[in-house]
């Protein structure tokens, strides 16, 4: 039998870049996800989030498609309206009594048109260099 866990597969398909700070995530239209990315690949990136309310747990698993902004003030760059799904939304962190839940969520980016696929390898060359 093979131990999975000493030699685990890879199925992602880009080299995701660690993101060292001032890179955010806001999901479309209401904005209650919204955190610093994590990481960032030519196919998704990764960012935290803090729930607004109990309620929105799971929120992720609800919505197949949705719309994306990235921004950055340290990089002046912002970017909207990329279309994204939601791959995984779970919890970032053992929860202490009375500490608020920070989640982790994945998204893929969708269809990308020249214009975005332009400025999405822009963002991840400027990752790169910091």
Do not use: W
């Not at 698993?61 to 340290?74: C, D, G, M, Q, V």
């Amino acid at each position: 039998m093979v131990d999975k866990t000493k030699n685990p597969i890879e199925r992602r398909k880009h080299i995701r870049y660690p993101v060292r700070g001032g890179v955010y995530a806001t999901l479309h239209p209401t904005h209650e996800m919204l955190g610093p990315v994590i990481n960032v690949s030519e196919g998704g990136l990764a960012f935290h989030y803090y729930p607004a309310f109990e309620e929105i747990r799971g929120v992720g698993k609800t919505r197949e498609t949705a719309e994306l902004s990235i921004f950055s003030t340290t990089f002046g760059f912002i970017m909207d309206g990329i279309r994204i799904k939601i791959v995984s939304d779970v919890e970032s962190n053992k929860r202490q009594p009375g500490s608020q839940m920070k989640r982790r969520c994945g998204i893929q980016f969708m269809h990308k048109d020249g214009v975005e696929k332009v400025k999405l390898d822009n963002l991840i060359q400027t990752i790169k260099r910091t």
